[in-house]
């Protein structure tokens, strides 16, 4: 039974570029969670999806950040016009329905 | 906004020592508190999780303890391993029974030999 899958694992984009973060959740899963990690610090909330829909975006940056949960496929974390400040770990975690979230490896973004 | 504050920020033990991680949460409709094992470079695990309809929880080495009334929560590890150096973080429900977490600050845990 796979775990929750992210991909790439690594990015590096050139300021102004576009970053796009995957995350294909666990088997069955249909609530996903995106964080995001400062070196040294703790996991941030971003936003919360379930299929086709956003739930709780409270932690996203207003401008440049959107996500997306199609009914197929995986779960987009989509960053525009990355800026060196966006250079984190990215993580991804699903669960099925109580609050019990199980996170996958991560991307690191690094911008320069 | 949700806040959870852990301490210490880092705790160095000795092998077979019982590091105690603490947490202490706001306001929650929701009951659920989960403690999370990082390694470097990895993603945050599942380690242990407790709802506060009961005060004490085992898992192998890994114990949660709760205080509702405190609004306090603490993890020890029993018999404390090389292995168990990672960075450990307690969560709590965001409030409103919304479904994300709010996660501690972490806690840097080195078992020495």
């Known amino acids: 039974n796979a775990g929750v899958m992210q991909n790439p694992r690594h990015l590096v984009r050139r300021r102004g570029q576009e970053a796009r973060l995957r995350c294909s959740p666990m088997k069955g899963h249909s609530h996903v969670y995106w964080y995001r990690q400062l070196p040294e610090e703790g996991l941030k909330f971003m936003v919360y999806?379930?299929?086709?829909?956003?739930?709780?975006e409270s932690g996203m940056p207003k401008e440049r950040f959107s996500a997306e949960f199609p009914k197929e496929g995986p779960s987009i974390l989509r960053i525009q016009q990355v800026v060196r400040g966006d250079s984190a770990a990215y993580f991804c975690?699903?669960?099925?329905?109580?609050?019990?979230?199980?996170f996958g490896a991560g991307t690191r973004l690094s911008v320069l | 906004q949700q806040q959870v504050k852990q301490s210490p920020q880092s705790l160095i033990v000795q092998k077979g020592g019982i590091p105690i991680i603490n947490c202490a949460y706001e306001n929650t409709a929701f009951d659920y508190f989960p403690w999370y094992q990082q390694f470097p470079g990895k993603g945050p695990a599942l380690l242990i999780a407790?709802?506060?309809?009961?005060s004490e929880k085992k898992e192998g080495r890994f114990t949660i303890s709760f205080n509702k009334s405190a609004k306090q929560f603490s993890l020890h590890i029993m018999d404390s391993q090389p292995g168990d150096s990672a960075t450990y973080f307690c969560?709590?429900?965001?409030?409103?029974?919304?479904?994300?977490?709010?996660f501690g600050k972490g806690t840097h845990l080195i078992i020495q030999p």
């Open positions: 969560a709590a429900p965001k409030p409103g029974g919304a479904d994300g977490l709010t």
């Open positions: 407790i709802r506060p309809d009961v």
């Open positions: 975690a699903s669960s099925l329905s109580e609050n019990i979230q199980y």
């Open positions: 999806l379930q299929k086709e829909n956003i739930i709780d």
